[in-house]
């Protein structure tokens, strides 16, 4: 990943966050950091859970999780699985926790080198950490906090 104009990205990260995550965590975590993570079960003191079984609920879908810097779709989940069965695998993973028929491939890359997930604007993600039933992408929630955008 190549040096840009905001660490690893083109830009800070979006002002107005979701899941009530913290904006400079968020802008440490997904632009100027290749290793390290949110600590375990930082989701769990945020409205994430709250908010997703809410728009699950709601409207039947799964929920888009957007890019904290660009607002690109990263990944839409639950998919093939419930609601209750993306939520426990985070928690007990630490992390929001999806699958490859999650991931937004358009807008996600997997570094072969060091299993380093990242977005195509340079956001750090956080990483795959494959088990007996594949691949599995543990995110950090504060770099996919994003809001949409038509950029």
């Known amino acids: 990943m190549s040096q840009k104009e905001h660490g690893t990205t083109s830009s800070?990260?979006?002002?107005?966050?979701?899941?009530?995550?913290?904006?400079?965590?968020?802008?440490?975590?997904?632009?100027?950091?290749?290793?390290?993570?949110e600590m375990g079960g930082y989701f769990e003191g945020t409205t994430f859970e709250k908010d997703v079984r809410d728009i699950v609920a709601s409207t039947g879908n799964p929920v888009t999780f957007y890019d904290s810097?660009?607002?690109?779709?990263?990944?839409?989940?639950?998919?093939?699985?419930?609601?209750?069965?993306?939520?426990?695998?985070?928690?007990?993973h630490g992390w929001p926790s999806f699958r490859d028929d999650e991931v937004v491939w358009e807008s996600v890359r997997v570094l072969r080198s060091s299993g380093e997930t990242v977005s195509i604007a340079g956001t750090?993600?956080?990483?795959?950490?494959?088990?007996?039933?594949?691949?599995?992408?543990?995110?950090?929630?504060?770099?996919?906090?994003g809001n949409p955008t038509s950029q």
């Open 12 to 37: 800070p990260v979006q002002p107005d966050l979701r899941y009530g995550v913290s904006n400079k965590l968020a802008d440490k975590i997904s632009s100027y950091n290749r290793v390290f993570a």
């Open 69 to 92: 810097v660009s607002g690109k779709p990263l990944f839409v989940a639950p998919k093939g699985r419930s609601v209750d069965e993306f939520i426990e695998e985070s928690k007990i």
């Open 124 to 145: 750090h993600l956080g990483h795959n950490l494959p088990d007996r039933s594949g691949n599995r992408y543990c995110i950090n929630l504060v770099s996919i906090a």
